[in-house]
Each structure stands twice: as structure tokens, then as C-alpha cells.
RNA sequence: GCUCCAGUGGCGGAAUCGGUAGACGCGUUGGACUUAAAAUCCAAUCGGGGUUCACCCUCGGUGCCAGUUCAAGUCUGGCCUGGAGCACCA
């Protein structure tokens, strides 16, 4: 064995011959126990970039130690290949997206066999393929039978740089998710999701997600925003019949309504605006309209609206009350509609303040009341003003006043939701197209499913501005109807990429699978993941569609589980000088680089050393170098082992050990106990790695003072370095298997079994006894492990040192803590 | 404003149940080897004070203030700071 430790040679060697042997296949027939670990596949952009490495190292690290563990490990990987960017670099490159995209797919693909990650490749799956972008378009028909796709003409948000609508969840701060661009809203015709229509599920069954961070969850609880409230229908005095509706979470405090605001946008506007305020009415709206998202919501921004000039009745008290407009108003949530109580509302009295409206107090606090006069009173209190609910608790007058409006027949309880249907639809070229056409007869028809997939046409001019590319095609907008055969277009829109990656997971058990979407057996046995790794960002977009989509499906008999991923670990940013690196900052560090000067081995262990993989890594190139000396440490015992016949092909030895021989055997197994629940729980490679160390320190000690070694030594030598080497090869997969097979084995170390220790001897021989006095550490006694408390005491009490201390002091009591550490009280 | 997460040496971070705070590493300093360098190895490294000065003793110390406890980085209450998410959602 070389003394020198070259890992570019050992690890492309081993790349070649791992694919050679199909080392990485996962059998779907096996006896062993399921077990699906899975990161977020990539976008293909170019090149890896370090976020990348250490999201796959982690997955691939947690893939490899559990096939050890006797699991049957499923560990694929694809490309999320559909999205703007292919689309971006094609208009300004003149090239074919499609191109494009198989270039960046095969340089990031050659990246990570690099890294030596231990994907089974038959697997792969690419959302730009007609073979996959077919099942994307079937599972758009399906939701569409089941009535959870549909078409409506709605205010979206609209990217003028992107040229398309956003969900959502897409717009971050009032800006486009990609292109930071300020998001406007239009009024459009276009694809949704019901996922409305699943946001109880969503929100409670993340009640059944344990192995979900909080910060997750959290962050969707609040974005499905449920809450609980009542609607109210006000009659309006001047126009009979016509009735507004609101929403509110305070129906208890329905007595101090002084006026009532309705959105901008409000569908019965007009007809509630008299003549004389038409034109002040109309001007504020248009106004509103130009306005951007931002410049609307802004929460400091100086609140302003009009009065529409007609009137409401409250059907509690008889009082009128002005409707007016105003922007602070939501089209979008509840009824559109809101009721005013400016005494009790943070943003009703802004409102009345400006524009001197009058204000009544209706809840009160006994104790401490308030005029209401200088700001809202929003806390909990006592009815006041309330006629037969005076004197009510608040919280109680909320149940007791709606059930009043129930009874009346002028409202109910209701529990909304913040969160909004899924828009679907793109006017973009590089996506799945919407497979519907529009008939010149029948109107919207759904494409056959013997006609699928709807094939991207190609006959496509990338050069234009302002509209989709695909509309320049002249092969693809005309059709004929599936169900008349007259004359039809086609849906010249395309699937948000989020739609792809909604259930890629699920096509990774039955990839190949050209009948079928997946095979229900197939998918049902595999599913759910049991180990999600992947960034934050997508905590909301990407991971709650995919639970929509899972719960969708499973309503459509396709799947027999609720949630796609049972365990979801979140990683931390890979930081450089403290801040995210990007390529404005120019502080990139390139895979490419780290793989040629330190081998692929040092960059896994690296970017799981440092911090545990939940929070941000800050890399430094002197961490890198340490991480690259250890291994060469580790090497020089292996090799140096090997060259001295220091390591046998076998080992093989039995107790009475001698004492340090003993303590080396022990140390093993403490590390293996140690390493094997580290990454258990909740997968602390940070810690992993740094037991790594510890036993590699602890059989350099023993070896130093060994010198040379005799028969009982050598093969206690053997097995703790080969201990070593296999607990180390999920991580530094090229170099454990090279020094496995100069230790004379056939086998592949990633077919070997995990290594198992034994609770006796994952102890050290003698424990260091800690005494303190009055909670204070005073003394340190070394004592055989297993004495009784009793002894533990009576040792504590005769050292020297505590005998000085508790002379002529009373003894007021003395814990003992089994094998650790004894407290005497003393008093005086 | 609301919600969640975090706060420990010069730095990254350790510390199952409340039980030796600072594992392991990076950095720094000193030393060995060498003509020299690289590599490697050894040692020191929270702060203040003391001392009979390689040992040792003592006090303080995990963002701040209280509390519970024989014992608190860890539990409880109240703050402060930083990060993230949501935000005119009635």
C-alpha cells in the first residue's frame, strides 16, 4: 500500500468499478425493510454549487449508513428540469432550451459520480421528457375529473419581466420569487388548483408530521391562515333587496359599527355608489389599480378610501351607517366586504381618525377602562353599549352574538382560510403544456388521455418579446376537438414547474414505467419518504404542494397515504465570510476545484464537520485542509499498518485482554455506540465526525506507547483500524473502500453490515468519581465501575481533601448519583 | 405588529435524564525533526486573583434579571439581541 494518499486515483478507480458492479441498485423485491431517502432534486443550472454538495452528502451519508443497518435503501435522483432560466438563456443565446438543458444535465450528472454518491441511475427522472411530462399532464386530467382543476377569471399577480403569472407563494414581499421584479395585479382568465379545498387537512395534519422541524410548520399553519369568525348581511337602505355581506373574527363587537368598507375591486361597487359620488368613486379605483402590490400593502402607509354614498342598516341595533371604499380592503379574502369598529380595530381607527369618523365604545376592561379616544382598545373585556349582551365577557358574547345573527337569518359562523387556490397557469414555453383545448362548439375540453402527452411543439421563435414563444409555433394552436372533431385550439399555456415537482418522488419507484404513472403497489410500498433532505425556501412552495398533491391523488385512488414525507430535515445555507455565497458577492467556491486539489472524500467529510447540517456552515478553506490532513492521518495508520504486517487478513482475540488492550477495545465500542446514535439522532454528523477523531487519536496513543506489537496486540490493532474504516465509510466512501480491499477483503465495505458494539464494553474500565460540596466540584476520585452508592459515598467522604472541608461541619444530607458524582451539603 | 428559531472561548461548535461547562476541530503560541522549508509529531490555549510558580490553590463565567433545586448552559417567569417567515387576512 502507497504511503501517500492520492484520493483523485483511489476515487475515480472505485467510481468505475461501482457503476461497473451496479453496487448503488436498489432490487424493489427484497426482504429487507423499506427505507426511501430522498433530497430535493436539482434544478439543472450549469453546475453544482456547494448547497448542493451538502444537501446530497447528508442524504447520501444517511442512505448509506442506513443500507448498512440491513435497510433496503431506495436513493434516487432526477432533474427538475423545466423553468424559465433554460427558457432565459435560449432568447438570448438563440439556443434550444431543450439544449441547453441536456448540456447542464450531463456536466451536473458527471459532478455528482464524482462525489460518489450512491444514487441508483436507472432511476433517474427528467421533468422535461415527454416520457415524464405525459404523467404530469395525465395527474392534471385526473384533478381536473375530480373537479379540483378548474379555469376562472381572477386578480393575479403578474410578472411584466418574467411575462407570466405567479401563485402565491411566488410572490415574496410583493416581488417575484426569480426575478425580484415588483409583481402588478391583472385581471386574467386562468388554471387553478382547488387547494383551498384541502386546507383543513393540510393544516392538521401536520399533527402527524413529528419528524418535521416546528419552524416548518409553523410557516405553514400561518400561511393557511385559518381562522374563526362569523359573516354578517347588512341590508343596504337605499337599494332594496341588495345586502353586503362581511367577515369578521370580532362579531362581538358588531354594536360599534360606524361605517363599512368594501375592496376596491368589490363586484357590486357600482351598483352601491350613488351618482353624486360616482366620479370620486371611479377615480379611486382606477387609482387603486395602478397602484403595485407593494405600494398597496404597506402596512404604513397613510390609509385612504371614499364614501360610496349609500347605506347600511345593522341589524342589531337599527343604526345606519356610510358605506365607503377603500384600499386596505381585500378583494381576494372573506367577503370582501369589512365591517368598521374603530374602537376595537388597529386599522378602522386610523381609518376614523382621518376622516372624522365617529367612534362608540363597546368592549371595555373594568379595571382599567379606556376612551378609545388616542388608540384601539384590542384586548379582551366586558360588553358595554350592547344592549341585552352588556356586562358579557367578550370571548362569550362572540358564540352568543352570532348564534343571535343565526337565529335572525342574517348570518353564521364561518371559518376562513388565508390561504388562496393555486394558480397553475404559465405563458410560458419551457413547461408541460396544459393538456385542454377550446372548441369552437363544446368550449373547454380536456385532452384524451390515449392523445397524451401534448408535445411541446419545436417550430418555435425564441426571439419574441412580450408573448410566450409557443404562440409563434405553427404546428401547435390548431386541433380538433376530442369530442365533436370540429375545429379547436390548444391551451397555449404551461404548467408552473411546481406542478412537476409535485410528484416526482412518486414516479422514482416505477420510473421506467411507460404504461402507467406509477404502479400503485409499487408506490404504496415505497411511500411515504422516510428521509426528506433539502433547503428552507421551500418550506411553503414546494413541500406544501407536494402534500396537496399527495392528498389529492390518495382522493383520486392512485395512493393509500396522506403525507408524502414522514421525516423532513431542513438544511442550513453554505455561507462564505458569514454571508450566503452568491456570484455578486464573487465569494463562490467551486466543487469542481475542492474534487481536483482534495478529492471528493475531503469535501463529504468537510461539509458535514463543522456545523450540525440544520444550520448555516460557514466554509473555510483551513477547515478544509484540516479535514484533508486527517484523512491523511487515517491513511498513513492504514498504510503504515499494512506495510509493518501490523494488520492481519483476520482478526481474531479473546478476553482476559491484556489492561491496555483492553482500554483500546473499549474505546471501539464506545465510539460505535457513540457514532451509531449520533446519526440516529437526528443525523449530528458534526459530532460523528468528531468521534472519528477521538478513535483515531486513541489508536495513535495506543500504538505510540506500544511500539512494537506483539500477536494479541496485532489483531486487537486489526480491529480496531478496520472498526475505524467502517465507521467512516459512509462518509469517505472512496477511501474506506480502498483501504478494505488492501486489508486483503473481496467485498464491496458498502455490502458490509453496520458495526454493533456491546453495552458491556461500551464503558471505560474505571470511572472518575466527581465530589462536589455544596454543588460545587471539590475533588476527583478515579474508582472501578460498578462500585454500590454506598461505596461511592464512603469513598467521596474519606478523600483528604473533603475531610479537610467537612471537618466539624454538619453533614446535612449527600446525593449520590450512580456512577457519576457524589454531592455532600454540608451547613456551618 | 404576530409566529418560529437561536444566543456557550479568538472562531465553528460539544455537553441523553438537571449532575465535571468548553469534547472535537480551526486559529494562535512554544517546542521536536530538518542545512532550510513543507509534511509530521509533542505541548499550551475561558477570564481574574494567589502562590512555596512545570505542580497547585482560589474566585468568576454559557445574552440580561429573577425563581425552582443539594445541583441550572439545560427547567419556570420576565426582558434584551440576532436571524427567518408572515403581515392592512378584518
Known sequence: MTEAYFPQEIEKRWQKIWEENNTFHTPDNSEKPKYYA?????????????????????TDVIARFKKMQGFNVLHPIGWDSFGLPAENAA??????????????????????????????WKREVTTCKPEYYKWTQWLFLQLYKKGLAYKKEAAVNWCNTCGT????????????????????????????????????????DLEKLPGWGDNVKTMQANWIGKSHGAIFRFKVKEIEGMEVPVYTTRPDTVHGITYLVVAPEYKDIEKLTTPENKQAVEEYRANARKMTEIERLSTDRVKTGVPLGTHCINPFTGEEFPLWTADYALVEYGTGAVMAVPTHDTRDFDFAKKYNLPMKVVIQNPENPSDCKDEAYTEEGILINSNEFDGMKNTEAKTAITQKAVDGGFGEFKTQYRLRDWLISRQRYWGAPIPVVYCDKCGIVPEKEENLPVMLPTDVDFSVIGKSPITTS????????????????????TMDTFVCSSWYYLRYTDARNSEKCFDKDLVNKWLPVDQYVGGIEHAILHLLYSRFFTKALRDCGLLDFDEPFKNLLTQGMVLKDGSKMSKSKGNTVDPDEIFENFGADTARLFILSDSPPARDFDWSDAGVEGCYKFLNRVWRLASEGINNGDILKDYNFSFPLSRENDDLVRTVHIAIKGITNDISNDFQFNTVISKYRELTNAIYDWRGKKGQLNGEDKNVFTFAVESLIKLMSPVTVHMSEEIWHEFGHENSIHDEKWCEWDENLAKASKITLVVQVNGKVKDKVEVDEGLSDDKLKQTALSTDKIKELTAGKEIVKTIVVPKKLVNIVIKG
Not at 433530497?39 to 452528502?57: A, I, Q
Not at 432568447?91 to 455528482?112: C, F, R, S, V
Open 38 to 58: 430522498l433530497s430535493m432534486f436539482p434544478y439543472p443550472s450549469g453546475k453544482l454549487h456547494m448547497g448542493h454538495v451538502r444537501n446530497y452528502t447528508i
Open 165 to 204: 403569472v405567479l401563485a402565491n407563494e411566488q410572490v415574496i414581499d410583493g416581488k417575484c420569487w426569480r426575478c425580484d421584479s415588483v409583481v402588478e395585479k391583472k385581471f386574467l382568465s386562468q388554471w387553478f388548483f382547488k387547494i383551498t379545498e384541502y386546507a383543513d387537512q393540510l393544516l392538521e
Open 91 to 120: 432568447m438570448k443565446h438563440g439556443a434550444d432550451p431543450a439544449k441547453w438543458t441536456d448540456e447542464n444535465i450531463a456536466y451536473m450528472t458527471k459532478q455528482l459520480k464524482m462525489l460518489g454518491l450512491s444514487y441508483d
Open 474 to 493: 405553427k404546428t401547435f394552436k390548431d386541433t380538433t376537438c376530442p369530442i365533436c372533431k370540429g375545429h379547436a385550439t390548444r391551451e397555449m399555456d
